[in-house]
């Protein structure tokens, strides 16, 4: 049910819990994506709005040198106007990390075919994330004065909302990783041509035709070659034939030919000459992919070219070796730059060097590098330092880029939204045990803001390097590895992985025993942190046990009134709560109050939270004439206290609205949800898991009123935000999977209801298992849906 969660000790923050009795509160089955619900003026717009003729953010490389693909092209278009999708993929003969060709296929196919379609969109599609800010871009293009204050959520679902009513356009989804990630868009954007490409050849089979691309072959080989070194140039039969024998010697790789043709035509080089000076040292025997050693042979020569002209493109390449491929701001690198006055037409110098030998494809104010490069440069090689060279350098631009605690939230937001990606790349890539305390600042810096904006499982991967790191350097049971195995552990806990959280926490509880004894106060926290992931995983029989020792050792230890203890107290009432034994926790929230209220005073956060929590379990007593009272203060306290949009105040105004539900005010209900999610959008953001909850908690208001052509949108938009954020089978996802059935089977869908209903309890049997109460809750429904199906 919604309201405080219990506290952990030293912590004064307060959050939600997500479940309610019977109605756990939202999602379809299906290929179909839900997104965010847009105002009707706003949605009119994307109706209205026309995109510009030619409108095509195409990357760079589309007018580059294009030879021995014409049949791939033709088979391409022949393809899609057939079925209207296709993924470009590479034969199973080709190993590696790409440079086959596949996203200059795609680039050449949409230039030559421009003209036929009204809108052509590039989307970088390695992530989900990645591909939203593909689809929210289109919306800044087409729609700027209202996308530039709108959140991403929005300007997603306002670009999908415009190819919905715009048909005949082309969206390529470069680079996908998961085929499976496209099923949404395919089935809600049947208006135009999907065009993917991949390195996985795998997994298509339910998605459309693919396209397999192989290696060129030895004409078109040399001729593209020739093409770039010669600049057009018709070569002499003998510089052909030497063309061909390099190209035979690079393995006749799209890429490591087009990065040695761009050598050639730079340098002025023979290929004769430059064949002698490819180095040998990366042999069949070197460590590394087919792919990776040709490319390393041309970057290493390369290399010494570009150093030549300007040694800054040198450093920002092996930086950028260490960020996400796509999408770099140019401005992340100037810090990089010791001249500041010179910085900006330094780094735009030094990336149209790196142009130039095709090292990175520029892409207005950002640019890219193929990953099969960045690959190459993060390898080490004897006799060199440029790998751990590009790691600092990319560091260091992290560091200093980060948001200042104090900036506005929506800019501060959007600055995170363009970091992050860069940062979880750095740590995806980096070494084992090779962080350095500034790889540690930076991780600790992102893995705070990623939990404080409900986005937990992004924070996972950089906790996960720091907990490693302690382990190598410190030792398993130094404190500060503690600290960090808990942290990672609360992390799992936040993001619905109770399977990695619960272990973690217990293996973190028994090192503290061994080495600080059963009753330091570290101990103490770390058994208390134990027993809250047990009672999130509705293991009450391991949590109330475990809390009530841990009180004992509080009262012990610290005294009755000690605000750790009355934290402890506190807890325990509210496992007692969740057990349904209200007869104990109602007396204990009662004690706990009157103590915070002795020893902290009147209006301090912590009786602030005591007073919500008691209002709670007298509302799930059914006691609402003494609920509704205390609830109404203690909103009227944080409100004074804290401020009208502090979470806290936030929390007391959906408590509010709930307990006006319960007694049948919906006149009353209905608007406090409507004011609380309003606030809590503009203030935590539209994915932030409270506006996620307040979303919900309304749509069951308009439920319980009746108002299904409210609550059915409502639900089924909440539900695609969990999914989206917290995961398909986060706790909150399934009790948000199990409202929306529940809104199907009351609107007399009950075929839609049942299909939900039987994958929701699917779940949540896996997920926590038989005998957890969600789990008893679902089973209940589904067996009440197919009753009323059989009737």
């Known amino acids: 049910m919604p309201g405080d969660v219990p506290e952990p000790p030293g912590a004064e923050a307060s959050g939600e819990r997500a479940l309610a009795a019977q109605s756990i509160g939202v999602a379809v089955s ?39 693909r014409e049949d791939a092209l033709d088979r391409l278009r022949c393809m899609l106007t057939g079925s209207g999708d296709v993924a470009v993929t590479q034969t199973g003969a080709v190993h590696g990390l790409g440079g086959i060709g596949k996203s200059t296929l795609a680039v050449h196919y949409a230039v030559r075919y421009r003209d036929a379609y009204t809108l052509v969109w590039w989307i970088n599609a390695e992530s989900p994330e990645l591909i939203e800010a593909g689809l929210a871009a289109l919306a800044t293009r087409l729609c700027p004065h209202w996308a530039c204050g709108a959140a991403a959520e929005e300007r997603v679902a306002w670009a999908v909302a415009w190819l919905q009513w715009h048909p005949g356009w082309l969206l390529v989804f470069d680079n996908v990783e998961h085929p499976d990630r496209l099923r949404p868009y395919l089935g809600s954007l049947p208006g135009g041509h999907h065009l993917a490409t991949s390195r996985k050849a795998t997994g298509w089979h339910a998605i459309g035709p693919t396209l397999p691309l192989d290696l060129l072959d030895t004409a078109a080989s040399a001729d593209l070659l020739c093409e770039i070194a010669y600049g057009g140039w018709a070569p002499t039969s003998e510089q052909r034939g030497e063309a061909e024998v390099l190209a035979a010697e690079l393995g006749y790789l799209p890429l490591a030919l087009e990065q040695a043709g761009a050598y050639l035509h730079q340098t002025g080089k023979g290929i004769a000459a430059y064949r002698r000076a490819l180095p040998r040292m990366l042999s069949k025997h070197s460590e590394g992919t087919d792919p990776e050693r040709t490319v390393a042979r041309v970057w290493n020569q390369s290399l010494q070219a570009i150093r030549e002209r300007d040694p800054l493109a040198v450093t920002l390449l092996n930086a950028a070796a260490w960020l996400a491929p796509d999408n770099i701001p140019r401005t992340l690198l100037i810090p990089l730059v010791s001249d500041v006055d010179e910085a900006d037409d330094a780094v735009d110098e030094a990336l149209g060097v790196l142009h130039a030998y095709n090292m990175v494809t520029l892409s207005g104010a950002a640019f890219s590098v193929h990953r099969l490069l960045q690959a ?63 790889t540690i600042k930076l991780f600790d810096r992102s893995a705070i803001q990623a939990r404080q904006a409900g986005q937990s499982a992004r924070a996972i991967p950089l906790l996960s390097v720091t907990l490693a790191q302690y382990e190598q350097v410190l030792g398993d049971t130094h404190p500060d590895t503690l600290i960090s195995r808990n942290n990672l552990a609360d992390a799992y806990r936040e993001a619905g992985d109770l399977a990695r959280a619960v272990p973690l926490f217990e293996a973190t509880l028994a090192q503290y025993e061994q080495m600080l004894g059963d009753t330091d106060p570290d101990t103490l926290i770390s058994r208390n942190n134990l027993a809250n992931a047990y009672q999130d995983a509705g293991d009450l029989a391991r949590a109330i046990p475990l809390l009530s020792v841990t009180l004992a050792q509080y009262e012990q230890v610290l005294g009755e009134t000690h605000p750790d203890t009355l934290i402890s107290r506190n807890n325990l009432a509210s496992a007692y709560r969740d057990a349904g034994d209200l007869a104990r926790a109602v007396p204990l929230f009662e004690a706990t109050l009157a103590q915070r209220v002795q020893v902290l005073g009147e209006t301090h956060p912590d009786t602030l939270i005591s007073r919500n929590n008691l209002a709670g379990a007298y509302r799930e007593a059914g006691d609402l004439a003494r609920a509704v009272p205390l609830f109404e203060a203690t909103l009227a306290q944080r409100v004074q206290v804290l401020g009208e949009t502090h979470p806290g105040a936030l929390i007391s105004r959906n408590n509010l609205a709930l307990a006006y539900q319960d007694a049948g005010d919906l ?125």
């Open 667 to 791: 006149a009353r209900a209905v608007p406090l949800f409507e004011a609380t999610l309003a606030q809590r959008v503009q203030v935590l953001g539209e994915t932030h898991p409270g506006a996620l909850i307040s979303r919900n908690n309304l749509a069951s208001a308009y439920r319980q009123a009746g108002d299904l052509a409210r609550a059915v949108p409502l639900f089924e938009a909440t539900l695609a935000q969990y999914e989206q954020v917290l995961g398909e089978t986060h706790p909150n996802t399934l009790i948000s999977r199990n409202n929306l059935a529940l809104a199907y089977q009351e609107a007399g869908d009950l075929a839609r209801a049942v299909l939900l209903l039987e994958a929701t309890l699917a779940q949540y049997e896996q997920v926590l298992g038989e005998t957890h109460p969600n789990t008893l809750i679902s089973r209940n429904n589904l067996a009440r849906a197919k009753a009323a199906q059989e009737r």
């Open 30 to 68: 299906g290929d179909h994506a839900r997104f965010t619900v847009l105002p009707p003026q706003v949605a009119q717009s994307a109706k209205e709005v026309d995109a510009p003729p030619s409108t095509a953010n195409l990357p760079g490389s589309a007018s580059g040198v294009f030879v021995g």
């Open 376 to 438: 190459v440069l993060r390898m080490p090689v004897p006799g060199t330092d440029h790998a751990a060279t590009g790691r600092t350098a990319a560091e260091q631009a992290l560091l200093v880029s980060l948001p200042s605690s104090g900036g506005p939230l929506t800019a501060t937001t959007r600055q995170w939204e363009e970091l992050m990606p860069h940062i979880t790349a750095l740590a995806t890539n980096l070494p084992p045990a090779s962080a350095t305390d500034a």
